[in-house]
Structures are given as C-alpha cells and as structure tokens.
Nanobody, 123 residues
Framework: QVQLVESGGGLVQAGGSLRLSCARS????????MGWFRQAPGKEREFVAA????????NFSDSVKGRFTISREYAKNTVYLQMNSLKPEDTAVYYC????????????????WGQGTQVTVSS
C-alpha cells in the first residue's frame, strides 16, 4: 500500500504564492509518476502537473504552465508544487496522486491519492 499526505494549502491573495507538499510512504512503485490534480466545486478533477520520479521529467496543464513548478526530494520521498502568480480560478482542493507508469493526464489512471488540501485565492 502507498500513503500520500498533502500539506501547505491555505488562503492567499491573487498574485501570491503557495507551496504544496506531498509525502509518500509505503511500498515502492516501479516507474513511479507523481501527479497533482485539483477539483473546484461543481467541476471535474483536472490534471495540474506531474513528475516522473526517476528522470525528473515534468508535465503541466496549459492553465498553470509558466506559473507552477513541480519538484521532488528523494531523501524525503516528497513532491512539491510551487504555485506562483496565483489567480482566483486556481481555487480548488488540490490532490496528490501516484501511479506506476509514465505520466498520465487522466485521474482514473492514478491508483493512489492523498486526502486533498484546500487552496483559496482571493481577488
């Protein structure tokens, strides 16, 4: 089993920054990919960013490209989502996810999920 625990959400003004963390524990996954998704009220869960654990290769949704970065820290088994230039439309619950395999933009292909952390951006 794999456990994911997110932290770092909160309330921030438009133009501000937040950094989310996702700590992973449990058994190892082959070809691990870690992703971030978000879900706003009344909307479907959408892909935000992903990183391939071994290579560090990254992918971003068009809506966050140039504003968000994703990174990983081996020693802590932790993935970070640095969010800059935040906009009110970034308001959502952000979820960390993990899968064995390459990057996927589909939430249904991620087997493991964290509990989510709320990010609220005020205008």
């Amino acid at each position: 089993q794999v456990q994911l625990v997110e932290s770092g959400g909160g309330l921030v003004q438009a133009g501000g920054s937040l950094r989310l963390s996702c700590a992973r524990s449990g058994h190892s996954l082959t070809s691990l990919t870690m992703g971030w998704f978000r879900q706003a009220p009344g909307k479907e869960r959408e892909f935000v960013a992903a990183i391939r654990w071994s290579s560090g290769g990254t992918n971003f949704s068009d809506s966050v490209k140039g504003r968000f970065t994703i990174s990983r820290e081996y020693a802590k088994n932790t993935v970070y989502l640095q969010m800059n230039s935040l906009k009110p439309e970034d308001t959502a619950v952000y979820y960390c996810a993990a899968r064995s395999g390459g990057t996927s933009f589909s939430a249904s292909l991620y087997a493991y999920w964290g509990q989510g952390t709320q990010v609220t951006v005020s205008s």
